[in-house]
C-alpha cells in the first residue's frame, strides 16, 4: 500500500510538472532538445516485489528486494513523443512470511521484464541539450518467472502493464544520465507454473534505476 501511494504521488506530480513547465521554459528561454536518433540506455538498480499469496493465518509469499539490470531503447516520433523498448533481469529470494517469526527463505527465483511502449518528454530546466528534462512512460509487456524450490524448477510468465517516471540529464550531446522509477503491474500464475488452483495478488513492482544514455 506503501509503495503504490508513493507512485502515484510522484505520477500526479509528474502530471503538474508536464502542465507547468512549457510556461516556465517560455518565459526563461528553455528549450527542448531536438528530436535525435536512436537511443540506448543500460542501467542498474533495485526491485521491490509485491505479495505474490496471501496465506492462512496471516502468512505469505513474496519476492525479497533485489538488483536489477537492464537496457532500454528509445526511437524518438518528434522532439516530445517517443516508442521505447526495454529488457531487464533480477534473480530475488523467494520468501515466505510467517508471524512471529518473520521472512524465511523459500527458494529462488529469476525473473525477465519486457515491454514496450510510448515515453512523453517535457521541456526541462536548462538551455538546448544542457539541463533536466522529465519524461513519463507507459506501456505493456511480460514477466517471466522461473521458480526454484527444493530442487524443482517451475516457469510462468505473466502480462504486465508498466507505468514509469524518470530524468534525462545530457552530459554531452550525445550521452547522458537516466534516472528511473519504473513498475510492473502484474499477477503471478502458480496454475501455469505448478498446477495449482491458487489465488494470487496482483503486484506492483517497483524498479529505481540509473544508468546511462547514449544516443547514435
Known amino acids: 500500500m506503501f509503495r503504490k501511494f508513493v507512485f502515484s504521488s510522484a505520477a500526479s506530480a509528474a502530471a503538474l510538472v508536464f502542465i507547468v513547465l512549457p510556461a516556465s521554459?517560455?518565459?526563461?528561454?528553455?528549450?527542448?532538445?531536438?528530436?535525435?536518433?536512436?537511443?540506448?540506455?543500460?542501467?542498474?538498480?533495485?526491485?521491490?516485489?509485491?505479495t505474490l499469496?496471501?496465506?492462512?493465518?496471516?502468512?505469505?509469499?513474496?519476492?525479497?528486494?533485489?538488483?536489477?539490470?537492464?537496457?532500454?531503447?528509445?526511437?524518438?516520433?518528434t522532439s516530445v513523443v517517443s516508442i521505447l523498448g526495454n529488457i531487464a533481469y533480477t534473480e530475488?529470494?523467494?520468501?515466505?512470511?510467517?508471524?512471529?517469526?518473520?521472512?524465511?527463505?523459500?527458494?529462488?527465483s529469476s525473473v525477465w521484464l519486457y515491454d514496450a511502449g510510448l515515453q512523453l518528454s517535457a521541456p526541462g530546466y536548462g538551455s538546448g541539450d544542457r539541463g533536466i528534462f522529465p519524461f513519463v512512460q507507459a506501456g505493456v509487456g511480460a514477466m517471466r518467472y522461473d521458480v526454484q524450490i527444493s530442487g524443482l524448477s517451475r516457469t510462468a510468465t505473466n502480462a504486465a502493464f508498466t507505468a514509469g517516471?524518470?530524468?534525462?540529464?545530457?552530459?554531452?550531446?550525445?550521452?547522458?544520465?537516466?534516472?528511473?522509477?519504473?513498475?510492473?503491474?502484474?499477477?503471478?500464475?502458480?496454475?501455469?507454473?505448478?498446477?495449482?488452483?491458487?489465488?494470487?495478488?496482483?503486484t506492483n513492482n517497483v524498479a529505481l534505476s540509473a544508468g546511462i544514455k547514449l544516443g547514435f
Not at 92 to 108: M, N, Q
Request: hydrophobic residues 40%; charged residues 10%.
Open 25 to 50: 521554459a517560455q518565459r526563461a528561454g528553455v528549450s527542448r532538445p531536438a528530436a535525435s536518433s536512436i537511443a540506448i540506455s543500460p542501467y542498474a538498480g533495485y526491485i521491490t516485489f509485491g
Open 53 to 77: 499469496v496471501n496465506g492462512p493465518l496471516s502468512t505469505s509469499l513474496h519476492s525479497a528486494v533485489s538488483p536489477v539490470y537492464g537496457a532500454q531503447v528509445n526511437l524518438p516520433l
Open 92 to 108: 530475488p529470494d523467494l520468501r515466505a512470511g510467517i508471524p512471529i517469526i518473520g521472512d524465511v527463505s523459500v527458494g529462488k
Open 165 to 202: 517516471i524518470g530524468a534525462d540529464i545530457p552530459l554531452a550531446p550525445s550521452i547522458g544520465i537516466r534516472l528511473a522509477a519504473r513498475d510492473y503491474i502484474g499477477k503471478f500464475d502458480f496454475n501455469q507454473a505448478a498446477s495449482l488452483d491458487v489465488t494470487t495478488n496482483t
